[in-house]
């Protein structure tokens, strides 16, 4: 913990979360926990093809059925322009979005959404699903991001031509866009390597594995005003869309955030919404969506899995001079996996005079990947962070050293935009080296594993307001769903800056209409960029109450400066007055102006990039090729830690999916594109008897452009424990895998040798 | 078709329902009872959020019909605080932050508390294989125990 830690009253304390007692007594409603009067069940019918085109759908007998009250169809939603937009607040191809959540003539997956119906009973709607006739002429579907690159692959759209290139293709493709960074010359840098490796690696489709399945209520009364309870990581976003979708006003729409049930990303898009508000707009009834959890695999998610090559060059004494990297990413079935991020994120921790990283956007029968925690970096880390183990062990250098002697430092020009400002890479790795994990000695088929990670972290728009209530408290109002005790930090730093008790201040997460727009929570940028927010709230509620103050005292508001929650006379010159407490002052607020409040809107910017450092120990056993996590060292630079643990939580939680992501968890695809594990047994994500206890070290390297230095945390943690298990495999048994997941059966085959 | 009527004690209250014979004791308890505590995550017995007790006994609501609570005591979530005193399990899962989303949390909070009735020591080895039941994907389930050890020791008076 840093010195100045003790200025702080209490930023780094670990109090109770506001919204803890409610989540702990069942009382907390997530978006499934709502019922409203009068409601109408809705359920989905989704395509059994992994491509088909859809030549007729009848649901006359759906309709006819009595209990039901609405049917739709793509038919029901406006087409929308095949257009780019963004960036922005939205950014994207709105054409996309719309028929992914519901095809018009073609479905591209199997589980892509054809039709929806709303009945009185959820049998009933149900019944009315089995009733909807759909004509399918099937066609030739693509898995592989590889083989979907082929010139005689299907085609998933048409008329796609590869966007990005400095000639544009005149077939169409599969290939949505290509992308290519450049610095330097790494043909000539790779000629001053001594040592080079170059290898291939694949990783598969993974999903968030939020616990919550997506679920949603719509409302719309008779004056076509509509009301969305769902939960999501942006009610503003889930309003940008219905309204792009569903063809409404904007400010026909209100979006009330439910609590969040988990997301990681994959709630960044909304899937019923859309579906849930043009049938109450049909009924003018209240309708209920809620996904089962095998929609949610089939349909929601993933994030892509990508086929890559990397190359890299060092000199004997271990200076990485030159880096290649192509990176094939599997978008799904509509344009936009995170390839840009990977092409960016891969290098991006070292100082390499000669990069080249490009890619390609690949569309493929699956579900449209979506945001996955850190998107595209660990999936392009596992690939880049391998092949520096390699090149350690060739070099004979300890992959930390070799590490540390590229790391990053403020001022290293990035091959993708900008110097970078203040990181705490190397602080990171130092830590490890510290850390007495790492001297631990290891027995026999045990390895350690090093690997590191990168991610920009986000800023971008929030506001907050902050109102001072007349019994001393004060409540604060922001607009992002608190994932994982954002409420908390949102709290002790308006507490801090007010100078007030925590317990006295009350965070709500605000619906579209009672704030005005903020940015998603994603990206890691809430507690940075809604932070600011909330400090500048709290800030301005500071000044008006000191104006207050110096309306009683009858001096000049500048006499007045504000202290442990107290407006005190600035200096002799002042006057002798008792100094006044918020409570007085909010007491006197009738008499002094009205209410009291502060808000504050701004678009945060200069977010500090975050980097971590992890060190995993493995045990192999060789008789099933099982692989056990034995200790675990997470090592970050944290900016400031609002709430400690919560930080501690974010690198945790990320370790453990990225263990998932090493070990067991992939989208499995049977010979005609219907995927064979849809649900958690067969889906295995990782449970309590498979992790250790996960250490953590935080580094507190303040991010300056943020009153109190916060850096986001959230997304870094995912990176790299897929490359850190690799190469803790390797360690144990001198078998280096370079496919996700490695499993059982290909551990196994490593050490048969036929890998 | 007509509708079972059955009657429980349900939190302690004597309670009667109307519930169709294909209905998950978890849909009961969640649409006709009001009771959203018990989270439904899969349906299938995986993932724990549904936990509840049946006669004192560990069960995935989802996974038991509605009918089969007849004449039984189903204890919830929502019976775990008594009043506004917490159980000190959900005490040390606050003060712990063992909950990031806290989808997760009613059901290891349900699970959790039977392991302790039955192993009121359990060694971290007992918890991590009592919880496997219950899927949690926000916290790495490092705090999860962690707050499970400390609730233990302090309803063993160990500190
Ligand atoms: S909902 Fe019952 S185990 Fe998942
Ligand atoms: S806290 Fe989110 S699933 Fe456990």
């Known amino acids: 913990m840093t010195a100045e830690r003790k200025e702080f009253r209490w930023i780094g304390k670990r109090p109770v979360r506001p919204d803890g007692v409610d989540k702990v007594t069942g009382r907390a409603q997530f978006s499934a926990d709502f019922n409203m009067p009068g409601q109408l069940i809705g359920k989905v019918l989704r395509s059994p093809h992994a491509h088909a085109r859809i030549k007729s759908i009848d649901t006359s007998k759906a309709k006819a059925l009595a209990g039901v009250k609405a049917v739709i169809t793509g038919a029901d939603f406006p087409s929308l322009p095949d257009e780019w937009v963004g960036a922005g607040r939205v950014e994207g191809n709105f054409k996309y979005f719309s028929e992914n959540i519901i095809a018009r003539d073609k479905v591209l997956y199997e589980g892509h959404t054809v039709a929806a119906v709303a009945a009185v009973s959820a049998a009933i709607a149900e019944e009315a699903l089995s009733l909807i006739k759909v004509d399918y002429e099937v066609l030739p579907h693509v898995i592989d991001p590889v083989e979907a690159m082929a010139p005689d692959a299907p085609l998933l759209h048409e008329k796609m031509i590869t966007r990005g290139m400095k000639t544009p293709p005149t077939k169409p493709s599969n290939v949505a866009k290509w992308a290519e960074f450049l610095m330097g010359d790494p043909v000539e840098g790779f000629k001053k390597a001594d040592v080079i490796v170059e290898r291939s690696y694949t990783t598969k489709a993974v999903h968030q594995g939020y616990i919550e399945p997506h679920a949603v209520a719509a409302s719309t009364s008779a004056d076509g005003q509509t009301v969305v309870w769902c939960s999501s990581q942006g009610q503003y976003q889930v309003r940008t869309w219905v309204s792009k979708i569903v063809g409404l006003p904007l400010s026909s729409i209100r979006v009330i955030p439910a609590e969040i049930g988990g997301g990681f990303g994959g709630k960044l898009i909304p899937y019923l919404e859309p579906l849930a508000v043009r049938m109450s707009r049909l009924t003018n009834r209240p309708v209920k969506i809620t996904m089962s959890r095998e929609d949610v695999f089939r349909a929601t998610g993933p994030t892509s899995g990508a086929a890559m090559k990397i190359k890299v060059g060092a000199t004997k004494d271990g200076k990485i001079v030159a880096a290649e990297g192509e990176f094939i990413f599997q978008a799904g079935a509509y344009p936009g996996s995170p390839f840009m991020n990977g092409l960016m994120c891969s290098f991006a921790p070292y100082a390499i005079p000669n990069v080249r990283t490009w890619g390609y956007d690949v569309v493929t029968n699956r579900p449209k990947a979506a945001a996955y925690r850190a998107p595209g970096s660990p999936i392009a880390a596992y690939a880049v962070e391998s092949a520096l183990d390699e090149l350690a062990k060739k070099l004979n250098i300890h992959p930390v050293d070799l590490r540390l002697k590229n790391a990053i430092v403020e001022g290293t020009p990035s091959y993708f935009g900008p110097k970078f400002g203040s990181v705490g890479f190397v602080e990171t790795l130092e830590a490890l080296k510290k850390h007495p994990n790492y001297n631990i000695p290891l027995g026999p088929n045990q390895g350690r594993g090093f690997a590191s990670g990168f991610w920009f972290n986000g800023g971008g728009e929030s506001c907050a307001t902050v109102n001072i209530n007349d019994d001393g408290t004060a409540s604060v109002i922001e607009g992002n769903p608190d994932i994982g005790g954002s409420r908390a930090s949102m709290a002790i730093m308006a507490a801090e800056v007010l100078g007030i008790d925590y317990d006295k201040v009350r965070p709500i997460v605000g619906d579209t209409a009672s704030l005005g727009f903020n940015h998603v929570t994603g990206g890691s940028r809430v507690t940075f960029a809604t932070g600011m927010a909330v400090v500048r709230a709290a800030e301005d509620a500071v000044r008006e109450m000191k104006e207050r103050a110096a309306m009683l005292w009858d001096i000049s508001p500048d006499a007045v400066t504000w202290e442990d929650g107290f407006a005190r006379p600035a200096g002799d010159n002042a006057g002798k007055h008792e100094p006044l407490s918020l409570k007085q002052i909010a007491g006197q607020a009738a008499k002094t102006g009205g209410p009291i409040c502060g808000h504050a809107s701004l678009n945060a910017q200069a977010p500090g990039p975050g980097l971590g450092s992890h060190m995993v120990d493995v045990e192999v056993d060789p008789e099933t090729g099982h692989v056990k996590i034995l200790r675990y060292t997470a090592s970050q630079d944290v900016g400031r830690a609002i709430h400690p643990s919560y930080v501690e939580g974010q690198m945790q939680g990320g370790v453990a999916q990225g263990i998932g992501w090493a070990l067991n968890e992939e989208y499995i695809y049977d010979k005609n594109g219907r995927l064979e594990n849809p649900g958690f047994l067969d889906y295995r994500m990782p449970v309590c008897s498979d992790l250790p206890f996960i250490d953590t070290i935080m580094i507190e390297k303040p991010v300056p452009s943020h009153p109190f230095g916060v850096r986001g945390v959230g997304e870094v943690p995912i990176v790299p424990p897929m490359a850190a298990v690799a190469n803790a495999i390797h360690s144990a048994i001198g078998k280096r895998l370079t496919s996700l997941p490695m499993s059982p059966p290909k551990v196994r085959a490593a050490i048969d040798g036929d890998a | ?159």
């Open chain 2, 1 to 159: 078709m007509s509708k079972h009527h059955v009657t429980a004690t349900i939190n302690g209250e004597p309670t009667e329902f109307l519930c169709e014979t294909s209905q998950s004791l978890l849909d009961v308890l969640r649409d006709e009872l009001e009771l959203t505590g018990s989270k439904e995550g899969c349906t299938s017995g995986d993932c724990g959020a549904c936990s509840v007790m049946l006669d004192g006994r560990l069960v995935c609501s989802c996974l038991v019909l509605g009918v089969e609570a007849s004449g039984r005591t189903v204890d919830t979530i929502e019976g775990m605080a008594q009043g506004a005193d917490l159980h000190p399990l959900q005490r040390h899962f606050l003060e712990g932050a063992a909950l990031q989303c806290g989808i997760c949390t009613p059901g290891f909070l349900i699970a959790a508390r039977a392991l302790l009735e039955r192993t009121p020591d359990p060694t971290e080895t007992e918890i991590r294989y009592w919880l496997a039941g219950n899927l949690c994907r926000c916290t790495g389930y490092d705090k999860i125990v962690r707050a499970v050890m400390d609730a233990a020791a302090e309803m063993r008076g160990a500190r």
